[in-house]
């Protein structure tokens, strides 16, 4: 980094941006005349109501975007991100170049690129690692409660009554090993019943 910018740079990455679906367009950062090399600009999302809901701040290189922008930004270990994404430029029919991302995961080319959980990724990708997420969460929680039917000495499965209180066990650990099931097992229901479309 370094050079005049830089100051500006810095600043501009402290700025929060918030997990939720971000689209970055290429062919709108080029029509609008931002791709020019050496050049730093911010892009920012808005929310309904006016106010700026995120924002990252984008460094354009020779042949290349460097992204840097801070998610959890509310949280404990709020992450500062710095995300190299290289540009293809392809020739038009009638003339010129046109940019496209490529995506830093399985490098085709893209016009749009989504944030997922901490970086930008094409839409297939994007998917991906959505679906990834959403099926380890639920294989976590069906383990989970897996194992503690079976630690009550009842069968694994989640569609059998919950086992009854073996004689040692407090009424407390007990209850409190019901609770934990009884919320998993319902959060496993609604992630199901939405993926259904119910
Ligand atoms: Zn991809």
Redesign the pocket.
Known sequence: MGGSGSGRWYRTSAKPLVEDCRKIDVWRWHNEGLLKPNHLFSWAWWGRDGTQKSSIGVYVYNGFLELSYTVNPKSQSPQSIKYRVDLDYQQCHFGGKRPFFI??????R?VKMHLGNAHF??????RLAYECQRENDYDRMLTKCQKIRIKLGGSPSTFDAFPPKPKRMHYSTYNKLRYTVQIKEEAMLGALAKSFNF
């Open positions: 995506c830093p995961n399985c490098s085709s893209a990724l094409c839409r297939k990708c994007h």
